[in-house]
C-alpha cells in the first residue's frame, strides 16, 4: 500500500501522522516513500503513528532561512512507535530535551504552506 | 593498488572573492595545469564540480563557460552536484575514468561563491544551503544546515558524553592550523573559552563551531598510473569509497553512525589495503566541529565515542598521533561548496609532497580525504599515498 505526500501532509494538517512498516526488515518509516530505504521491499503497509512519543533529538535554531522570520524556534526528531519524524516543538511551549515526552500538538505552514508537524511538552 | 596518480594541484585562497566564478575557477586551474606542467591541449576531459550557483548567482551550464575561460572548449565537460560533496564525486569519476582506461588525463575541480558578494545575504545563503535537506519532511520545519549538524550532534552527546568543550576543542584546533595556511580563510589563536562564549547559531553550536560563508576554487590534474612516473611530483590515488544513506534524517538508522562514511571508507581502505591506522593523516569535512568529531570516528581515527575526547586530548593535532585538517578544515580554511572536496585533495597532495611548510605532518606519506554532503548522506572518501 503506498503513501503520497499529499496523504501524508493532508493527515498532518488534521492532526495525524502517518508512516509506512516494511514487514521485510522491520523498519517503519516516518513518512512517505516508495520502496523501504533499508530493505528495497516494495510492499509497505501504511500504518497511523501514535501522536505521543519521546525526543530523540532536538535544537534551537537561532538563525533561521529565509521564510522564517525568527530564530528562537526548537526543532526535534520525535519517536513515535516504531517510527521518528521531525517536527517542531510548540513556541508557546518549554523547550524540550533529549528522552522527554511529547505529543503532537498542531501544524505549522510557515514555509511557503508545506506543513510541518508540531509538538508540546507532556 | 594504485588507480591513478594526482600529478598538479592548485587553488585559490579561500574567502571574499569580488570576481566572476571562471575567473576564480581559472586561477585554480591554471595552477593545477602549471604545477603538473602540461597545457589544456594535453586534457582528454573536465569533471567539474558546482553546487548552487544557478540558485546563488543566477549562473548554469558552467561547464563550457570554464573550459572556454581556460582555453580548453571542445573538451568533454561533466558537471556535478552533490552538496558540499559535489567535486569529491567528481575525482571519484575521473579517477574512474582514468583506470578505466576512457580517458589518460584529466582535468578536476570546483568552484562556487557563497559570501554577499553573491549580493545574498545570511539568511538568504542560510535559505540556498538548506536546499539540501528534505524539501517536503524537513525545510517545513525551519531546518537549516547548522542544525541538521546539531541533531545528529547533540544525539553524539548524549549517548557518549561529548561536552561543548570537545567541541569548542575542534574549533581552537582547526584555527591554529588554519594561521599556518596563507590560502585560509580564517586562522588564529583562540581558546576553549572564546569559543564558548560565541553567540548560539543552533546549539550547541556557537559561532566558532560552524564554517564559513566562503567563494573560492580548486583542481587537480589527474593522471593513469602508466603516464604519472613521466611527472615531477606524482600522488598515487590508491583508494575511492563513496556511499550514500538514508534521507530524511529521521529514517537514518543511527545518528551518529554518518553510516555513509563508515561505508566509503571501507570500500576506499579496501582498495588500498590498508586500515585507518595505517593512514598519518586526515582532511575531514568539518562544517561544524560535531562534524569533525562524527567523521574522525566514521573513517576510524578515533574509536567510536571517543571523536570528542580525542580532539580535547591534542590526539588529532598538527603534532598529535592522528592529525585531522592540517590545513585548517573547513572551519578556518574555508567552505566554497563544489571546490571543498578537490581543495582537500590539493591538500593531501601537498602534505604527501611535503610542501606546505609550517603546517607539516610529519613523515605524511598516506592521506585519507572525507567529503560529505547534505545531513552526510553523501560521502566520499579518498586514500591518497606517495609514490614508491
Same mark, same amino acid.
Request: charged share 20%; with cysteine.
Given at each position: 500500500?503506498? @503513501?503520497?505526500?499529499?496523504?501524508?501532509?493532508?493527515? /498532518?494538517?488534521?492532526?495525524? @501522522? $502517518?508512516? $509506512?512498516?516494511?514487514?521485510?526488515?522491520?523498519?517503519?518509516? *516516518?513518512?512517505? !516513500? *516508495?520502496?523501504?530505504?533499508?530493505?528495497?521491499?516494495?510492499? $509497505?503497509?501504511?500504518?497511523? @503513528?501514535? !501522536?505521543?512519543? !519521546?525526543?530523540? !533529538?532536538?535544537?534551537?535554531?537561532?538563525?533561521? =532561512?529565509? *521564510?522564517?522570520?525568527?530564530?528562537?524556534?526548537?526543532?526535534? /526528531?520525535?519517536?513515535?512507535?516504531?517510527?521518528?519524524?521531525?517536527?517542531?516543538?510548540?513556541?508557546?511551549?518549554?523547550?524540550?530535551?533529549?528522552?522527554?515526552?511529547?505529543? $503532537?500538538? *498542531?501544524?505549522?505552514?510557515?514555509?511557503?504552506?508545506?506543513?510541518? =508537524?508540531?509538538?508540546? =511538552?507532556? | 593498488?594504485?588507480?591513478?596518480?594526482?600529478?598538479?594541484?592548485?587553488?585559490?585562497?579561500?574567502?571574499?572573492?569580488? %570576481?566572476?566564478?571562471?575567473?576564480?575557477?581559472?586561477?585554480?586551474?591554471?595552477?593545477?595545469?602549471?604545477?603538473?606542467?602540461?597545457?589544456?591541449?594535453?586534457?582528454?576531459?573536465?569533471?567539474?564540480?558546482?553546487?548552487?550557483?544557478?540558485?546563488?548567482?543566477?549562473?548554469?551550464?558552467?561547464?563550457?563557460?570554464?573550459?572556454?575561460?581556460?582555453?580548453?572548449?571542445?573538451?568533454?565537460?561533466?558537471?556535478?552536484?552533490?552538496?558540499?560533496?559535489?567535486?569529491?564525486?567528481?575525482?571519484?569519476?575521473?579517477?574512474?575514468?582514468?583506470?578505466?582506461?576512457?580517458?589518460?588525463?584529466?582535468?578536476?575541480?570546483?568552484? #562556487?561563491?557563497?559570501?554577499?558578494?553573491?549580493?545574498?545575504?545570511?539568511?538568504?545563503?542560510?535559505?540556498? +544551503?538548506?536546499?539540501?535537506?528534505?524539501?517536503?519532511?524537513?525545510?517545513?520545519?525551519?531546518?537549516?544546515?547548522?542544525?541538521? +549538524?546539531?541533531?545528529? %550532534?547533540?544525539?553524539?552527546?548524549?549517548?557518549?558524553?561529548?561536552?561543548?568543550?570537545?567541541?569548542?576543542?575542534?574549533?581552537?584546533?582547526?584555527?591554529?592550523?588554519?594561521?599556518?595556511?596563507?590560502?585560509?580563510?580564517?586562522?588564529? #589563536?583562540?581558546?576553549?573559552? &572564546?569559543?564558548?562564549?560565541?553567540?548560539?547559531?543552533?546549539?550547541?553550536?556557537?559561532?566558532?563551531?560552524?564554517?564559513?560563508?566562503?567563494?573560492?576554487?580548486?583542481?587537480?590534474?589527474?593522471?593513469?598510473?602508466?603516464?604519472?612516473?613521466? +611527472?615531477?611530483?606524482?600522488?598515487?590515488?590508491?583508494?575511492?569509497?563513496?556511499?550514500?544513506?538514508?534521507?530524511?534524517?529521521?529514517?537514518?538508522?543511527?545518528?551518529?553512525?554518518?553510516?555513509?562514511?563508515?561505508?566509503?571508507? &571501507?570500500?576506499?581502505?579496501?582498495?588500498?589495503?590498508?586500515?585507518?591506522?595505517?593512514?598519518?593523516?586526515?582532511?575531514?569535512?568539518?562544517?561544524?566541529?560535531?562534524?569533525?568529531?562524527?567523521?574522525?570516528?566514521?573513517?576510524?581515527?578515533?574509536?567510536?565515542?571517543?571523536?570528542?575526547?580525542?580532539?580535547?586530548?591534542?590526539?588529532?593535532?598538527?603534532?598529535?598521533?592522528?592529525?585531522?585538517?592540517?590545513?585548517?578544515?573547513?572551519?578556518?580554511?574555508?567552505?566554497?561548496?563544489?571546490?571543498?572536496?578537490?581543495?582537500?585533495?590539493?591538500?593531501?597532495?601537498?602534505?604527501?609532497?611535503? %610542501?606546505?611548510?609550517?603546517?607539516?605532518?610529519?613523515?605524511? #606519506?598516506?592521506?585519507?580525504?572525507?567529503?560529505?554532503?547534505?545531513?552526510?548522506?553523501? %560521502?566520499?572518501?579518498?586514500?591518497? &599515498?606517495?609514490?614508491?
Amino acid at each position: 500500500m503506498s @503513501l503520497s505526500y499529499a496523504e501524508w501532509a493532508s493527515a /498532518v494538517r488534521e492532526g495525524s @501522522l $502517518l508512516g $509506512l512498516a516494511c514487514e521485510e526488515c522491520g523498519h517503519t518509516n *516516518g513518512v512517505p !516513500t *516508495g520502496a523501504c530505504p533499508h530493505c528495497g521491499n516494495r510492499d $509497505l503497509q501504511q500504518v497511523s @503513528l501514535p !501522536t505521543e512519543g !519521546t525526543v530523540h !533529538t532536538e535544537t534551537t535554531i537561532q538563525v533561521p =532561512p529565509d *521564510g522564517f522570520d525568527e530564530g528562537g524556534y526548537q526543532v526535534a /526528531v520525535v519517536e513515535v512507535g516504531d517510527a521518528r519524524v521531525m517536527g517542531r516543538i510548540a513556541d508557546e511551549s518549554a523547550s524540550v530535551a533529549i528522552g522527554d515526552a511529547v505529543a $503532537l500538538s *498542531g501544524v505549522i505552514t510557515e514555509d511557503d504552506d508545506h506543513p510541518a =508537524p508540531v509538538f508540546e =511538552p507532556v | 593498488m594504485t588507480r591513478a596518480a594526482v600529478v598538479g594541484a592548485g587553488m585559490t585562497s579561500f574567502g571574499v572573492h569580488d %570576481t566572476p566564478l571562471q575567473e576564480l575557477f581559472g586561477e585554480a586551474a591554471f595552477g593545477a595545469l602549471d604545477d603538473a606542467g602540461v597545457t589544456t591541449d594535453d586534457l582528454d576531459a573536465l569533471y567539474f564540480g558546482n553546487a548552487m550557483s544557478g540558485q546563488a548567482e543566477n549562473e548554469t551550464h558552467l561547464g563550457p563557460r570554464v573550459a572556454s575561460h581556460i582555453g580548453a572548449a571542445g573538451l568533454a565537460v561533466q558537471r556535478f552536484e552533490d552538496a558540499c560533496a559535489t567535486s569529491a564525486n567528481a575525482f571519484k569519476n575521473a579517477v574512474q575514468a582514468v583506470d578505466a582506461g576512457v580517458h589518460e588525463i584529466v582535468l578536476v575541480g570546483g568552484v #562556487e561563491r557563497c559570501t554577499p558578494e553573491t549580493g545574498r545575504d545570511t539568511a538568504a545563503m542560510t535559505r540556498i +544551503f538548506a536546499s539540501a535537506s528534505h524539501r517536503q519532511y524537513e525545510q517545513p520545519t525551519g531546518l537549516t544546515f547548522p542544525s541538521v +549538524f546539531a541533531l545528529l %550532534t547533540k544525539r553524539h552527546m548524549h549517548e557518549h558524553g561529548t561536552t561543548e568543550e570537545d567541541l569548542a576543542s575542534v574549533a581552537v584546533k582547526n584555527h591554529a592550523n588554519g594561521r599556518l595556511n596563507p590560502r585560509a580563510h580564517f586562522g588564529k #589563536e583562540t581558546t576553549v573559552e &572564546e569559543v564558548l562564549d560565541g553567540p548560539v547559531v543552533a546549539d550547541p553550536f556557537r559561532l566558532m563551531d560552524c564554517c564559513p560563508f566562503s567563494d573560492g576554487a580548486s583542481a587537480v590534474v589527474v593522471v593513469s598510473d602508466d603516464l604519472a612516473d613521466s +611527472f615531477d611530483a606524482p600522488v598515487d590515488v590508491t583508494g575511492i569509497g563513496h556511499a550514500t544513506d538514508v534521507v530524511p534524517i529521521a529514517d537514518k538508522t543511527a545518528l551518529t553512525a554518518t553510516q555513509a562514511a563508515r561505508d566509503a571508507a &571501507e570500500e576506499a581502505y579496501g582498495q588500498a589495503g590498508i586500515e585507518a591506522d595505517d593512514a598519518d593523516f586526515a582532511e575531514v569535512h568539518d562544517c561544524f566541529t560535531g562534524a569533525e568529531i562524527l567523521a574522525s570516528e566514521a573513517i576510524g581515527f578515533a574509536p567510536d565515542g571517543e571523536g570528542g575526547r580525542y580532539a580535547a586530548d591534542g590526539r588529532t593535532a598538527l603534532d598529535g598521533d592522528r592529525p585531522i585538517n592540517p590545513s585548517g578544515g573547513l572551519k578556518a580554511k574555508g567552505h566554497p561548496i563544489g571546490a571543498t572536496g578537490t581543495a582537500q585533495i590539493v591538500e593531501l597532495t601537498e602534505q604527501i609532497r611535503g %610542501t606546505v611548510g609550517e603546517r607539516q605532518v610529519d613523515d605524511a #606519506e598516506t592521506g585519507v580525504a572525507h567529503n560529505l554532503g547534505g545531513d552526510s548522506a553523501t %560521502t566520499v572518501v579518498s586514500v591518497l &599515498e606517495g609514490r614508491a
